[in-house]
T-cell receptor, first 110, second 116 residues
Framework: GQSLEQPSEVTAVEGAIVQINCTYQ??????LSWYQQHDGGAPTFLSY????GLEETGRFSSFLSRSDSYGYLLLQELQMKDSASYFC???????????FGTGTRLKVLA | NAGVTQTPKFQVLKTGQSMTLQCAQD?????MSWYRQDPGMGLRLIHY???????DQGEVPNGYNVSRSTTEDFPLRLLSAAPSQTSVYFC???????????????FGPGTRLLVL
């Protein structure tokens, strides 16, 4: 089967850097996506890694290593508004089906 | 552009009732999908469509039907509601994954469904 594992919760202070990991067990996939979801809201797209390496978008960076079956989302200069849940997702190779991880709840403390 | 819209925002059903959750997008996206989200769990794919007239099952399709008669609309039908279908339902759309563009999914605001 295919699964994506994330830590359930991460806590950090305002201004700090936090890394949210995503490890996966899947035979193949097209790329790793990250989504942010605030309480009561809809998921919104943050980042996508089609290839191994680092992708940077402002304060957010995402990394993928297919050989290690591992990716992460890096949030820098944390702000209170970054308190949310973060989900990694993949589309299985040869399919149009997306699989999401169970999500990591990030708490940013003042 | 309105993006992805969903109606209703909130619905209460009794066990055995049927209903249709509406989803529409105005971005001319080929790919549309329905997810359910339960507490402590990620999003689970119910059904998806890669274009008008083409639908397929996702991870948790039982108890749900879909159809795609137009590019814009992708309704989700609950045939006979059960308490286990109490959840938050999200519709999403994107360009066709087969085009290998950046695979960004745009989500609607969600429908909160309570089945008694």
């Amino acid at each position: 089967g295919q699964s994506l594992e994330q830590p359930s919760e991460v806590t950090a202070v305002e201004g700090a850097i936090v890394q949210i990991n995503c490890t996966y067990q899947t035979s193949g996939f097209y790329g790793l996506s990250w989504y942010q979801q605030h309480d009561g809201g809809a998921p919104t797209f943050l980042s996508y890694n089609a290839l191994d390496g680092l992708e940077e978008t402002g304060r957010f960076s995402s990394f993928l290593s297919r050989s290690d079956s591992y990716g992460y989302l890096l949030l820098q200069e944390l702000q209170m508004k970054d308190s949310a849940s973060y989900f990694c997702a993949v589309r299985g190779s040869g399919t149009y089906k997306y699989i999401f991880g169970t999500g990591t709840r990030l708490k940013v403390l003042a | 552009n309105a993006g992805v819209t969903q109606t209703p925002k909130f619905q209460v059903l009794k066990t055995g009732q049927s209903m249709t959750l509406q989803c529409a997008q105005d971005m001319n996206h080929e790919y549309m999908s329905w997810y359910r989200q339960d507490p402590g769990m990620g999003l689970r794919l119910i059904h998806y469509s890669v274009g008008a007239g083409i639908t397929d099952q996702g991870e948790v399709p039982n108890g749900y039907n879909v159809s795609r008669s137009t590019t814009e609309d992708f309704p989700l039908r609950l045939l006979s509601a059960a308490p286990s279908q109490t959840s938050v339902y999200f519709c999403a759309s994107s360009y066709s994954p087969s085009q290998r563009r950046q695979e960004t999914q745009y989500f609607g605001p969600g429908t909160r469904l309570l089945v008694l």
